[in-house]
C-alpha cells in the first residue's frame, strides 16, 4: 500500500453524513491495483459514556429499532492524581499481547476499543478479534468494553499524508480519538488513558502541542498502567513476557553481548512464495510424535508417507499442529522413524532457566545434526523430491525434512506445572521457571513470575509469547491458576481446557433466549386451538401422536433422553415403527444467541464426574428431553416396515408426544424378557427388538465393521464421590435395539436432506483406511501368528477380523480389533457439495449415506439436521446459512474439531479416574504388549483400559545387554528382577504389576506398569 | 481481507453507513445534447453511468418496423476498465450483460408509452465507466433520466435499487463489497406507487424475509426517485430561465 497523491474531496450529503473517498494501492501478484472505495463519515457516533448528556441527542436506531446501549460508568475507576477517575484506550499490540489480561476480571474497566485497532488486530489474529469482540458483547455491567467507529465520525477521522506510513497513520488516529474522548468527557470530569506499548506512539502523543483549549494526553505502557492498579501485584505476572529487546530496558541489562542464535532464523515471505511455486518447498501441519517430542511429521500431498522432521533444529521451533513449510534434506540425512522413546519432561531436566546460553551436548548424541550448509540448487531439490517419493515406496528409509518457516501457529493457552527444580527457593523475587505442560508433544515453556514459590505443585494456565531464535525454549507468561495438581477441580478444568472445551456458564444473552415459562412450558393441549396457533402459527404442521404408546430406552441416570420408539402392527401386516427426537429446533431459532452458542460448543462433553452441555439445561434436561408422561414437541420419523424389516414407506412430521415410560437398558431388556407382560406397549418393544435384530443382520451382511476400544467405565462412590472401581462397557441387546433404530433414522434423513439440499446437506462420512496404516500392523500379524487383515472391502475386512482367532487366548481378537481401530480414519461431518456422492460413503457402517440426527440436544450437527429436514418437509424455511457452502463449511469444520476434543477429554477424564482408582490398589494383572521400541515396550492393560510405557531402564539392569530386533518385534534383555534372559514379542501376554504413580518432574499420575 | 465486518454489532457498515442508508446520488441530464436525444449522466455511489437515448428514429431496417409501436432497444456497454482489474476481453457478448439488456426492455416496454411513436426506433446506449455493486438499479436510474430528458412519453419515473440481507438486517443500496458477501435484489419500482416494474432476485433469499427487504428497497427507490425529480426541476429551471433570457 502507498499513499495516494491527491487528497481526496469530501462532500457533505445531508446533515450530519458526509462522503469521501478511500484510496489505496494494493499489490498482488506482482501487479498494482488502485482501490476506490467510498467513506462515509457521521456525526451520529455516539461515545456510549453514560456520564454523556450530549450523545443520547444524536443515537439513532438500527434496523431492528433498537437503539445503542451507553455502556461506559459514569463512575469509572479512580487512579491517584492527576489521573483521577478514567476510561482506557487500547492500542493494537496491547490487545495483540495481553488479550489474556482484557479479560481478567480484575483489571481493565471501562475500556474504549478504537475501530482501527478493531481492525488491526482482526488482520493480524482473527482468534484475538473474536475474543476481543466476544468481551465487548458480553462485558455489559461488569467490564463494559466498547467499539468507537473512529473511522466513521467525521471529527475523528483523519487523512492520511503524504509520506506517512499507514501505521504512522493509525496511530494518529487514535491519539485523534483519545483527544476526541478527553475532549468531549473533560466537563464530567472523565480523563482518558492511552495505554500503548509502542514507544514511539506514547512519545508523540507526548510530543504534539495539542490545541489551546485540549489538554495534553494521558499515555502508559501496559507495565506502566498495571502499575497503577491497586492490585497490580497480582496482576504483574500476568504481562506477557515479551522478548528480551522489549523488556530488556526493565529487567535486563547485565546481558547485552550478542548471542548466537540457536535456531535458524526463517526464510522471507518472497522467498517462501518463490519455492511453493518451484516445488523445493513444501506447506504442511506438524504433527508432533507421541512417543518422541524430538520428532515430527508433516503429511504433504504428493508424498504418500509423510515426511519425517527429526531433531530441535530442523523442527525450528514448530509446535504440535502448526502450518509450517518445509525443505527436503539431502538424501544422506534420510532416516527411518526413531524407534526411541524421548518426552519433553525428561529431557534436559536440569536445564537452568536463567541461562540463556547453554549448548546442549547432548544433542549429537540424540542424532540431531544440526542444519546442513550444502547448497543444493533447485533443480536438484526438485530432483531430490522425486527420488523420496521413490524411496517411500521402499520400506525403511524415509525422506527427512526441516521447517523453514511457519505459516501458522496453533498457539492457545496451555496447562501445565512449573517444574520444581527449575525455582530457586531462596529468592522471593521475580525468577525465571519452566512450565512443563500437560500436552507431551510440547517443549518446556519459560515464564517470569514473582509467585514461583505459590504456584508449585498447581495445575496453572499460560499463554505462549514468542519463541525467538536465540532462546531454546518458548517464552510464555502465567494467566491463571487452576488449583492444587490431583484435586479433582483443577484436573477437571485442566482436562477441560486442554481440549478447548467451553465449560463457562451460559452468559445472560444466551439464557435470554429460552421460553419465558422456564419449567412451566408446556406444549399445548391442542394442536387447533385457537390460542396456541395465534403463538406459533408452525403448531398447525405438527402431528399429534399422543395417542402412540412411546417409550424411551436409555442408560441408567440419563436426564437427556434425545430418543424415544415406538411399534405398532398395522392391518396388512406390516409394522409402523416410529423414532421420535427431541425437537430442539423448536427452541433453538436460527440466528440467536443460543444458537451461536450452540454451534460453537458443537457438543456436549460427557467426563466421569461432570457433563458439559451443549445448550442449557433447561432445554437439554426438561422441555426438549422426551420425559415420560408428559407432553413433549418431537420430529418424528415414521417408518412402514414389512416383517423382513425392509422400508416399506418413510415419513417425517414435527410431532407432539407424550412417551409413556422411560426405560433404563436393563429395565427394558427384563419386561421384554417377562412372559407375564403382554401389554401393548411389551408388546412393541419385542417387535422392535426383533426387527433391530434383523436389521443388524443386514448391515453386518453389507460389511458393517465391529470395532472394540478399550474403554471402561468408572464407578463413582454416590455419596464421597470418589471413584469406586472399574468396569469394563457391557452391552444389552437392548442397547443394539436403540442403535440400529437411530442408525435407520440417520440414513433415512440424510436421503431426505440430500435430495432436498444436494449442495448443503450436513452429512457424515468415514473414508476407507488407506492400506499404508495397516502395513505396522499387518507385518506383526504375519510374522508373529502367520494371520492377515484384508483390506479390499469393509467387508473383508470385517470377514479377515473375525478369522484373527487364537484358540488358546480369547482376547486377541478383541485387541487386534482394538489395534485395527486405531489404524481407521475417523469419521467427518461435512456438507454434501464438499464431496462426491461416491465419498459419502461411511465405510465402518458400510452405507452410502449417513447423518447425525438423533441427539440434538447434545450434538450440533442434529440440530442443522433437524433444521434442513424441517425446510425439506416443508415445515419451515430453511435459514440462509444452512444453504451457504461456506458457511456450512466453517460449521462442518468446528464441530468435527470439537467432537474431536469432547472425545479426547472424555478419554483423559477416565484415565485420570482410574489412575485414581488405581492408586489405591495395586495389583497384578494380564496385559498384552502391542508395540516393541529400542528402549521400551508398550502395554494394553485390558480390565483397566490402561496402556503403559515401560521402560528398558525399568526391565533390566543392563541397558546396553539389550537387543532389540526390529524385523521380528522382539526384545531381548536381562529380566531385572529374575536375573533371567528375556524375550519379549509383540502380541506377547505378560503380567505386569499395575501401579499409579505420581511423576516427581511434572507431577502427573500415570499407570507404571511394571513386567512380572 | 476475507473476514470483514459486513455489519457490525454497532450497526455500522463497510463504508461507514448505516442500515437504511442510499450511497452518495448525484445525476444530471442533457449532459450530450449534440450526441444523442437524451442524455444523462450518473453517479450512484462509485457506480459510474452514461446514458444516451437515440430516437424515436427510423429504424435502420425494415425487419424492425413495428406498424403498432415503437421498438426499443437497448444495449450496455461495461467498459473493460470499470472494475478495479482491467479485464481482458470484452463484455460485450457475454450471457451476464445480454440478460441485463433483455430484463432493462422488459421493464421499460411496460412504462414507455411506445404506442405513441409507431414505425420507429427508440435506441438506448449505456455505457458503465465505474462499477461498485447495484449496477442493475443504477442502469434503470440512467435509462429514467435520459429517457425524460429525450421527452419520450412515460407513465412515471421508475427508480432502481438494490438491497442485501446480511443475516436478518436488510442493507439497502449495496456496494460490490457487500455485494459478494451476501445476498442481495433489485427492484425497479414505478414512481411513488409500491408497484413493481423490475424484481431480480438472483441470490437465495429466505421468503419470510422478503417483505421486509422489499419495503426497505421501496422505500429506497421512492428517495432515489424524489432526487431524481429535484434534479430534473432545477435542470428544467434554468433552461426555463436561459429560454425566456433570450
Not at chain 1, 519463541?467 to 490431583?486: C, M, S
Amino acid at each position: 500500500m502507498s499513499a495516494s497523491a491527491i487528497a481526496p474531496r469530501r462532500k457533505r450529503l445531508s446533515d450530519g453524513l458526509t462522503v469521501t473517498q478511500k484510496v489505496f494501492i494494493r499489490s498482488r501478484n506482482g501487479g498494482a491495483t488502485k482501490i476506490i472505495r467510498e467513506h462515509y463519515l457521521r456525526t451520529d457516533i455516539p461515545c456510549l459514556s453514560m456520564a454523556c448528556t450530549k450523545c443520547p441527542e444524536i443515537v439513532v436506531p438500527d434496523a431492528e429499532n433498537n437503539l445503542p446501549k451507553f455502556i461506559l460508568s459514569n463512575d469509572p475507576p479512580e487512579f491517584p492524581q492527576p489521573i483521577g477517575k478514567h476510561y482506557v484506550v487500547l492500542d493494537t499490540n496491547i490487545v495483540l499481547q495481553a488479550i489474556d489480561l482484557l479479560e481478567n476480571p480484575d483489571c481493565f474497566f471501562d475500556v474504549i476499543i478504537p475501530q482501527i485497532v478493531l481492525d488491526e488486530v482482526r488482520n493480524k489474529s482473527y482468534p484475538v478479534y473474536t475474543r476481543l469482540r466476544t468481551l465487548c458483547r458480553d462485558s455489559d455491567d461488569k467490564k463494559r468494553f466498547i467499539v468507537f467507529h473512529n473511522e466513521f465520525n467525521e471529527n475523528t477521522f483523519v487523512e492520511r499524508e503524504k509520506d506517512e506510513s499507514i501505521n504512522d497513520r493509525n496511530d494518529r488516529a487514535i491519539r485523534k480519538t483519545c483527544q476526541w474522548y478527553a475532549n468531549h468527557l473533560k466537563e464530567y470530569g472523565i480523563n482518558v488513558i492511552l495505554v500503548t506499548n509502542d514507544r514511539l506512539n506514547r512519545e508523540a502523543a507526548e510530543t504534539t502541542t495539542p490545541n489551546k483549549d485540549e489538554e495534553k494526553l494521558i499515555t502508559k505502557s501496559l507495565m506502566q498502567y498495571v502499575d497503577l492498579l491497586p492490585n497490580s501485584e497480582e496482576i504483574k505476572d500476568l504481562i506477557p513476557n515479551l522478548e528480551p529487546t522489549n523488556n530488556q530496558e526493565l529487567i535486563k541489562s547485565n546481558n547485552n553481548v550478542s548471542k548466537e542464535p540457536i535456531f535458524p532464523e526463517y526464510y522471507s515471505t518472497a522467498r517462501i512464495m518463490g519455492g511453493l511455486k518451484n516445488g523445493v518447498l513444501y506447506q504442511g501441519n506438524v504433527q508432533i510424535s507421541e512417543y518422541n517430542f524430538l520428532e515430527g511429521t508433516v503429511s504433504l500431498p504428493s508424498f504418500s508417507k509423510p515426511v519425517l522432521i527429526v531433531g530441535q533444529k530442523n523442527l525450528n521451533r514448530a509446535f504440535n499442529g502448526d502450518q509450517v513449510i518445509v525443505e527436503l534434506l539431502p538424501e544422506s540425512e534420510w532416516k527411518a522413524p526413531s524407534t526411541i522413546v524421548l518426552d519433553s519432561e525428561h529431557f534436559n531436566v536440569n536445564d537452568n532457566p536463567d541461562d540463556d546460553n547453554n549448548e546442549n551436548a547432548d544433542t549429537t548424541e540424540l542424532g540431531i545434526n544440526g542444519t546442513s550448509n550444502i547448497v543444493i540448487s533447485d533443480k536438484d531439490r526438485r530432483l531430490l523430491a522425486k527420488h523420496a517419493i521413490e524411496a517411500q515406496k521402499e520400506k525403511k528409509v524415509q525422506p527427512t525434512a526441516r521447517v523453514v518457516a511457519i505459516t501458522r501457529r496453533s498457539w492457545r493457552q496451555y496447562v501445565g506445572q512449573i517444574a520444581p527444580n527449575s525455582v530457586d527457593l531462596q529468592t522471593g523475587g521475580t525468577q525465571n521457571v519452566f512450565v512443563i505442560l500437560m500436552d507431551k508433544c510440547l517443549p518446556k515453556i519459560r515464564i517470569r513470575t514473582r509467585r514461583a514459590h505459590d504456584l508449585l505443585d498447581k495445575r496453572i494456565v499460560i499463554s505462549i509469547d514468542s519463541w525467538p531464535t536465540d532462546q531454546k525454549y518458548p517464552l510464555g507468561h502465567f494467566v491463571r491458576d487452576l488449583g492444587g495438581i490431583e484435586t479433582a477441580e483443577a484436573e477437571t478444568e485442566a482436562l477441560l481446557l486442554e481440549h478447548d472445551v467451553e465449560y463457562r456458564p451460559f452468559s445472560k444473552k444466551v439464557l435470554e433466549c429460552l421460553p419465558a415459562e422456564g419449567h412451566e412450558w408446556k406444549a399445548p393441549a391442542s394442536l387447533t386451538d385457537p390460542a396456541s396457533l395465534a403463538k406459533d402459527p408452525l403448531l398447525a404442521n405438527r402431528k399429534d401422536l399422543r395417542d402412540k404408546l412411546i417409550c424411551s430406552i436409555d442408560p441408567p441416570g440419563c436426564v437427556d433422553i434425545d430418543d424415544a420408539l415406538h411399534a405398532k402392527k398395522l392391518p396388512n401386516g406390516n409394522w409402523e415403527v416410529g423414532v421420535h427426537i427431541a425437537d430442539v429446533t423448536h427452541f433453538v431459532k436460527q440466528g440467536t444467541a443460543l444458537d451461536a452458542e450452540g454451534a460453537s460448543r458443537g457438543t456436549s462433553v460427557y467426563l466421569v464426574d461432570k457433563r458439559i452441555d451443549m445448550l442449557p439445561m433447561l432445554l437439554g434436561t426438561d422441555l426438549c428431553s422426551l420425559k415420560p408422561y408428559v407432553d413433549r414437541f418431537a420430529f418424528s420419523v415414521l417408518w412402514e416396515l414389512d416383517s423382513n424389516a425392509d422400508i416399506v414407506k418413510v415419513d417425517f412430521t414435527k410431532s407432539v408426544i407424550k412417551s409413556r415410560e422411560a426405560f433404563s437398558y436393563e429395565q427394558a431388556q427384563l419386561r421384554i424378557d417377562d412372559p407375564n407382560q403382554t401389554d401393548d406397549l411389551t408388546q412393541g418393544m419385542r417387535a422392535l427388538l426383533q426387527l433391530s435384530i434383523k436389521l443388524k443382520q443386514k448391515r453386518l451382511d453389507n460389511g458393517a465393521l465391529n470395532l472394540a476400544s478399550p474403554e471402561v467405565k468408572v464407578h463413582m462412590d454416590s455419596e464421597t464421590s470418589d471413584p469406586g472401581e472399574v468396569e469394563i462397557k457391557k452391552l444389552l441387546a437392548t442397547n443394539s435395539l436403540v442403535e440400529e433404530f437411530m442408525l435407520l433414522a440417520n440414513i433415512s434423513v440424510a436421503r431426505k436432506i440430500y435430495d432436498a439440499f444436494p449442495q448443503t446437506a450436513m452429512l457424515r462420512r468415514h473414508a476407507a483406511p488407506p492400506s499404508t496404516n495397516f502395513e505396522l500392523l499387518n507385518e506383526m500379524l504375519h510374522r508373529r501368528k502367520n494371520m492377515s487383515i484384508s483390506l479390499e472391502s469393509s467387508k473383508a475386512l470385517a470377514d479377515s477380523l473375525d478369522r484373527c482367532e487364537d484358540p488358546k487366548d480369547p482376547y486377541f481378537n478383541t485387541l487386534v480389533r482394538i489395534m485395527s481401530t486405531r489404524c481407521m480414519m475417523a469419521a467427518q461431518y461435512f456438507y454434501s457439495g464438499a464431496y462426491s456422492y461416491p465419498d459419502f460413503k461411511h465405510y465402518g457402517l458400510a452405507v452410502d449415506i449417513y447423518t447425525h440426527f438423533t441427539s440434538p440436544i447434545r450434538r450440533y450437527c442434529d440440530v442443522v439436521a433437524h433444521r434442513q429436514l424441517a425446510g425439506a418437509i416443508g415445515y419451515e424455511p430453511l435459514s440462509l446459512s444452512h444453504r451457504d457452502k461456506n458457511k456450512m463449511d466453517m460449521i462442518c469444520r468446528n464441530i468435527n474439531k470439537k467432537h474431536r476434543n469432547a472425545q479426547f477429554a472424555g478419554r483423559a477424564s477416565i484415565e485420570y479416574y482410574v489412575g485414581q482408582v488405581m492408586r489405591n490398589n495395586e495389583t497384578v494383572e494380564t496385559g498384552y504388549v502391542i508395540k516393541v521400541f529400542n528402549n521400551g515396550i508398550v502395554v494394553l492393560v485390558p480390565k483397566f483400559g490402561v496402556e503403559g510405557l515401560i521402560r528398558l531402564e525399568n526391565l533390566t539392569r543392563d541397558t546396553n545387554g539389550a537387543n532389540f530386533n526390529e524385523v521380528e518385534f522382539k526384545l531381548n534383555f536381562v529380566h531385572k528382577e529374575t536375573g533371567k534372559e528375556r524375550e519379549i514379542y509383540v502380541f506377547d501376554k505378560v503380567e505386569v504389576q499395575v501401579k499409579s504413580v505420581l511423576d516427581p518432574v511434572t507431577s502427573k499420575r500415570k499407570a507404571e506398569l511394571l513386567l512380572k | 481481507m476475507s473476514r470483514l465486518e459486513i455489519y457490525s454489532p454497532e450497526g455500522l457498515r463497510l463504508d461507514g453507513r448505516r442500515w437504511n442508508e442510499l450511497r452518495r446520488f448525484e445525476s444530471s441530464i442533457n449532459t450530450h445534447p449534440h450526441a444523442s436525444d437524451g442524455s444523462s449522466y450518473l453517479e450512484q455511489g462509485n457506480n459510474k453511468i452514461i446514458t444516451l437515448v437515440k430516437g424515436p428514429k427510423e429504424p435502420t431496417s425494415r425487419s424492425q418496423v413495428d406498424t403498432n409501436k415503437a421498438l426499443l432497444r437497448i444495449s450496455v456497454n461495461i467498459t473493460q476498465f470499470s472494475k478495479f482489474e482491467r479485464s481482458k476481453s470484452s463484455h460485450r457478448n457475454e450471457r451476464r450483460v445480454l440478460e441485463m439488456q433483455t430484463a432493462l426492455v422488459r421493464t421499460f416496454e411496460k412504462n414507455v408509452m411506445l404506442n405513441l411513436y409507431p414505425r420507429t426506433l427508440i435506441d438506448i446506449e449505456i455505457h458503465v465507466l465505474q462499477q461498485d455493486g447495484g449496477i442493475m438499479g443504477s442502469l434503470l436510474n440512467g435509462i429514467t433520466l435520459a429517457l425524460i430528458d429525450a421527452g419520450i412519453a412515460m407513465y412515471d419515473y421508475i427508480s432502481g435499487i438494490s438491497v442485501g440481507l446480511y443475516d436478518t438486517t436488510p442493507l439497502l443500496d449495496v456496494n460490490s463489497l457487500e455485494e459478494t458477501a451476501m445476498s442481495s435484489v433489485t427492484l425497479g419500482v414505478v414512481g411513488k406507487s409500491e408497484k413493481l416494474s423490475l424484481l431480480l432476485v438472483e441470490d437465495k433469499i429466505p421468503l419470510d424475509r422478503m417483505e421486509t427487504v422489499l419495503a426497505i428497497g421501496i422505500a429506497g427507490a421512492h428517495r432515489i426517485r424524489d432526487l431524481m425529480d429535484e434534479e430534473l426541476r432545477s435542470h428544467a429551471e434554468k433552461r426555463v430561465a436561459n429560454a425566456s433570457s433570450r
